[in-house]
C-alpha cells in the first residue's frame, strides 16, 4: 500500500507541475517577470492576419512562428466576454477566453490554406477543452475566421484533419470578435524559459512533432 500510495502522490507531484501555468522562475538566473500586455504588430502591406487556439500558447506561438511567411505571432487570449482580460482571470475559466496566438503572415508565401493544415498538424484536435494535461475550455481547439472565406477554407481544413483520426475533430468555428495580447512573459516563453519543466517535457515533443509534419515549410 506504501508503494501504491508514493506512486500515486508522485505522479500527481509531476501531474501539478507540468501544466502550462508557470511563471519563468525556474530559470537558472533570475529575470524581472513584465505583467505588461504586449503590443500587436502594426499590419503590413499585403500581409493577412489569422487567429488560433490549439491548447497552451507557449507551444503554438512557436510552432507558428517558425513557418516560412510568418512574420510574427502574438500569444493573446480570444473568445471570452471580458475586455483585456489577464492570465489569472483566463486560467479561472470563467471568462470564456481560450489561449491564443494571432499569427501575422504574407499570403503570398504561405497560404491560409497551409496556415490550417499548420494549425492542425500542431494540437490534438480531437481533445474537448483540453490538451495533453492542460485541462479546461481556455485551452480548447478553435479558430476564428474573419471572413465567409476563411470560413469555408477552416472548414475544410478540418475536414482534411478528420480523415487522420477515427474520434471527431472538436474544433470551434468561430467568427472573430476581438484578440488581447497577453502579458509581456508570455511572448517567446518557450525560447526564453528552456530549463521549464513543463517545455522540457510537453512543449518541445509538440513542437518537434510539428516541425516533422511540416518539414519543408519551416524557416
Partial sequence: MKLI???????????????CNQQPSDKPTATTIDINPAKLPVLR???????????????????MKSLKGVREAVSGYAGGDLEFPT????????TGHAETVQIYYD??????????DAFFSGHDATQLNRQGPDVGKHYRSAIFYRTPDEKARAEAALKRNQTEHKAPVVTQ????SAFYPAEMYHQDYYRHNPYNMYIHLVSEPKVDKFRDRMEGKLK
Fill in 107 to 116: 499570403p503570398k508565401v504561405i497560404s491560409y490554406d497551409v496556415l490550417m
Fill in 5 to 19: 500510495a508514493y506512486i500515486f502522490f508522485s505522479c500527481l507531484s509531476i501531474g501539478l507541475l507540468m501544466r
Fill in 173 to 176: 468555428l468561430v467568427p472573430f
Fill in 87 to 94: 492570465y489569472e482571470q483566463v486560467g479561472t475559466d470563467q
Fill in 45 to 63: 502591406s499585403g500581409e493577412a492576419v489569422a487567429t488560433v487556439a490549439g491548447g497552451c500558447f507557449w507551444a503554438v506561438q512557436e510552432e
